[in-house]
Nanobody, 115 residues
Framework: QVQLVESGGGLVQAGGSLRLSCAAS????????MGWYRQAPGKQRELVAR???????SYADAVKGRFTISRDNAKNTVFLQMNSLKPEDTAVYYC?????????WGQGTQVTVSS
């Protein structure tokens, strides 16, 4: 059974940095894509960043130039380095891993940016 375990969320002041990690276990194969979504209170879940096999990467416009996604394929782990954080980045961040048949989700980690 595949499980995604996230870590690294927390409270930070505006302008600060956080690094999120997501480790996938229970799969003998690498995933086609891994990445991060976020959901702020009262808003829909939105894509933040994703990285595909072969290292093709895409970012939401709101985070370009501030966030960096990376991946350790050998460990099925994905990271999100978040710099220059803004209060509007406050949300629950969810890791996902897209397999051949289905997509898996982490439990979410809270990121709160104070002004």
């Amino acid at each position: 059974q595949v499980q995604l375990v996230e870590s690294g969320g927390g409270l930070v002041q505006a302008g600060g940095s956080l690094r999120l990690s997501c480790a996938a276990s229970g799969s003998a194969f690498s995933f086609n894509a891994m990445g991060w979504y976020r959901q702020a209170p009262g808003k829909q879940r939105e894509l933040v960043a994703r990285i595909f096999t072969g290292d093709r990467i895409s970012y939401a416009d709101a985070v370009k130039g501030r966030f960096t996604i990376s991946r350790d394929n050998a460990k099925n782990t994905v990271f999100l380095q978040m710099n220059s954080l803004k209060p509007e980045d406050t949300a629950v961040y969810y890791c996902y891993a897209a397999g051949t048949v289905r997509t898996y989700w982490g439990q979410g980690t809270q990121v709160t940016v104070s002004s």
